[in-house]
């Protein structure tokens, strides 16, 4: 039998406003432990978002130009995501910088049209600045009108290894994870807004979110199930999981490392962004471009991946269309986009996607003038697509090298994801998480 569930976050009322400017950036909810099995797609955050001013005094108009990332919607707050067992606080599954990986992930396995329709009903996404910029408007007049309820809705999944596996995961306390803890970390408002002319507009503005609940599905075993699992002293449980990894660069040929301590990685995937431009009111914080040197984009000429030194999985290096000439370039180089969809995604099985060349351009366009939200750029590999078993870099380091035509002094913060299998032991005593 299934049954919903509606859960109230345990850290703040539910009608309590929260917000990063306000000093309560964190919201935790709590799943207790049960003998049942909760479904993890069906998890939904619901609240209302709200986009102020001047103190929460004034409401943003046409003319402040105040916008989010259309793609990310009610994302782009999303800072941090933590998944833990409630009694052993065991962390299950920890997505640093949250919002950025999903600026990669939904674009990628999402269509225009899923954009502008139920996710923008349900997420406050778009697949246009300008929308976003309405977006926006609407919100604050709605909170002017009725400051108790005032705000856009929005009723949004958490796109995660864990709550995307096929199997229920199991709550009980003697053959589960001992009931659920799920918290959010707010994003910085500099993060979240921007003045899409690149002024100074969205400095004194600021987001905050009220009505928080949390609605999922539960489902009970059948008794047969339910004695076998009782009788049984040790339960298994596989998920994926999504680590996330920060670097920068500042020179034409660089090179990347990381120790990421993980036993089956099935893929992994870098985004790119100038660093001056996070944290940033004049920019998007979330805006996937390509490699800029200043304003200008820098050609990509080579790319390969190592596993401790050895080009891994490819035994070649990927030279590009643009690695003769620069400037003679329309457009990615598709087997860098290729295998960046396949990192994300497996290629075979993308259905919907908004990368194209029209947001690929390979060129110096902003997000402004490009469809579709904008550049979609990124750097990826699928490890095993095949066995979906992994490979094991759990005393291995990870290597990207990129060979670009980067020259000025303009640093890039590179944020590289990484997927893996785990496996969760569990027994009356506790639960274990093998990488």
């Not at 980067?406 to 590179?414: I, K, R």
Request: a neutral charge; aromatic letters at 8%; glycine letters at 8%.
């Amino acid at each position: 039998m299934k049954e919903y569930i509606d859960v109230l976050p345990t850290n703040v009322n539910q009608v309590q406003s929260v917000s990063y400017r306000n000093g309560n950036p964190l919201v935790e909810f709590k799943i207790g432990a049960q003998d049942r099995y909760l479904l993890g797609s069906t998890i939904r955050i619901n609240g209302q978002l709200s986009v102020t001013k001047a103190g929460g005094v004034v409401a943003p108009a046409d003319g402040d130009l105040i916008a989010m990332d259309p793609r990310l919607g009610v994302y782009a707050c999303i800072d941090q995501l933590v998944i833990s067992s409630s009694k052993t606080s065991q962390t299950i599954e920890h997505i640093k910088n949250y919002n950025t990986m999903l600026s990669t992930y939904l674009p990628t396995t999402s269509s225009p049209q899923d954009l502008i329709g139920h996710m923008g009903v349900t997420g406050l996404s778009s697949a246009n600045v300008n929308a976003s910029l309405e977006q926006i408007t609407t919100v604050a007049s709605n909170v002017t009108a009725n400051a108790e309820t005032g705000g856009s809705s929005f009723s949004i999944p958490l796109p995660c290894g864990f709550f995307l596996g096929q199997n229920p995961i199991p709550l009980s306390n003697t053959w589960g994870v001992k009931g659920i803890n799920i918290q959010l970390f707010l994003a910085p408002d500099s993060s979240v807004l921007f003045a899409t002319d690149g002024s100074t507009k969205a400095v004194d503005s600021y987001y905050s979110i009220r009505n928080l609940h949390l609605t999922a599905e539960v489902q009970d075993p059948s008794p047969e199930q339910l004695s076998q699992l009782v009788r049984q002293p040790n339960h298994s449980y596989d998920y994926n999981s999504i680590n996330g990894f920060y670097a920068t660069i500042q020179n034409s040929y660089a090179t990347i490392n990381f120790q990421l301590g993980l036993k089956r990685v099935l893929a992994f995937w870098a985004s790119f962004i100038r660093s001056s431009h996070i944290n940033n009111y004049q920019y998007n914080s979330f805006s996937r471009q390509d490699i800029r040197d200043g304003g200008t984009h820098s050609a990509i000429k080579e790319v390969f991946f190592t596993r401790d030194a050895i080009r891994f999985p490819q035994e070649y290096i990927m030279t590009t269309v643009q690695h003769a000439k620069d400037k003679i370039v329309h457009g990615e180089d598709p087997q860098i986009t290729r295998n960046f969809l396949n990192s994300v995604s497996p290629f075979t099985k993308l259905r919907r996607t908004t990368v194209s060349p029209y947001n690929t351009p390979g060129t110096n366009q902003s997000d402004l003038n490009l469809p579709d939200g904008g550049n979609i750029f990124g750097i990826g590999c699928a490890l095993d697509i095949i066995s979906n078993q992994g490979v094991d870099y759990s005393n291995s380091q990870f290597g990207l090298v990129v060979n670009t035509s980067l020259l000025g002094d303009n640093p890039q913060s590179v944020f590289v994801f990484v997927h893996a299998k785990q496996t969760l032991l569990m027994n009356a005593s506790g639960i274990q998480v093998l990488s």
